[in-house]
């Protein structure tokens, strides 16, 4: 069956402009990761989803990152007014729930210029 | 909230050697650790994990080791082969409730024959 889809692959964006990462989790899965892993560096824990709830936001680096979940399906990430500093890739994941396995997509190359 | 200490950074051993890395972790409530293999351009991939009542666990040439009192955990690769090379991440539940993973930085794997 599909994996975890990202979308787009890559993107290159201007400073201050906003971007939106998108994320089709794997179908049936309740819960739902972000995370952001910048060149060469470990997994950053941004935000996860149970269901559509945000039950910890408590990753999420700055006000300019929001992230919502629809039909306890797609995940969008938002980056508003993106930083130099926001360059990176976007991984999401899905699992069944609590204490399961996470699968993670191919994540999105985020570049800021 | 939860650390997780990852060492070595770099591992550089022989094709047909052992390859071990170890992972410490701060939080006591902590009760899922899986670890991921993760190639340049992909997302990371499970595989295998090892839960806080078991000591040990064993996938052909892939091992986990747990000590829950010292609150260390440990990847033992046998019989190394070029393919094993990639960045390998150890993860830690964020506690007994939490579903996200808080992963180590990860250990690049260099497999040579």
């Known amino acids: 069956g599909a994996g975890v889809s990202q979308s787009p692959s890559n993107k290159v964006t201007e400073k201050g402009k906003d971007v939106e990462l998108r994320c089709d989790p794997i179908?049936?899965?309740?819960?739902l990761y972000w995370y952001r892993q910048r060149l060469g560096q470990g997994l950053e824990f941004l935000i996860y989803?149970?269901?559509?709830?945000?039950?910890?936001k408590s990753g999420l680096p700055s006000d300019r990152f929001s992230a919502e979940r629809t039909g306890e399906s797609v995940s969008t990430l938002t980056i508003q007014r993106t930083q130099q500093e926001d360059s990176a890739v976007y991984l999401c994941?899905?699992?069944?729930?609590?204490?399961?396995?996470?699968?993670f997509g191919n994540g999105t190359r985020l570049t800021v210029t | 909230g939860e650390n997780v200490e990852q060492h070595p950074s770099t591992l550089s051993v022989q094709e047909g050697d052992s390859a071990v890395i170890k992972c410490t972790y701060s939080?006591?409530?902590?009760?899922?650790f899986p670890w991921y293999k993760q190639e340049l351009g992909k997302g990371p991939q499970l595989i295998i994990d090892?839960?806080?009542?078991?000591g040990e666990k064993k996938d052909q040439r892939i091992a986990v080791t747990l000590n829950k009192t010292a609150k260390h955990f440990s990847l033992h690769i046998t019989e190394t082969q070029p393919e094993d090379s990639a960045v390998y991440f150890c993860?830690?539940?964020?506690?007994?409730?939490?579903?996200?993973?808080?992963f180590g930085k990860g250990t690049t794997l260099s497999v040579s024959s």
């Open positions: 989803f149970q269901g559509n709830s945000a039950p910890d």
């Open positions: 179908s049936g899965h309740t819960a």
């Open positions: 993860a830690a539940s964020m506690g007994q409730a939490g579903t996200a993973l808080i």
């Open positions: 090892i839960r806080s009542n078991v």
């Open positions: 939080d006591s409530a902590s009760n899922y």
């Open positions: 994941a899905s699992s069944q729930g609590e204490g399961r396995p996470l699968h």
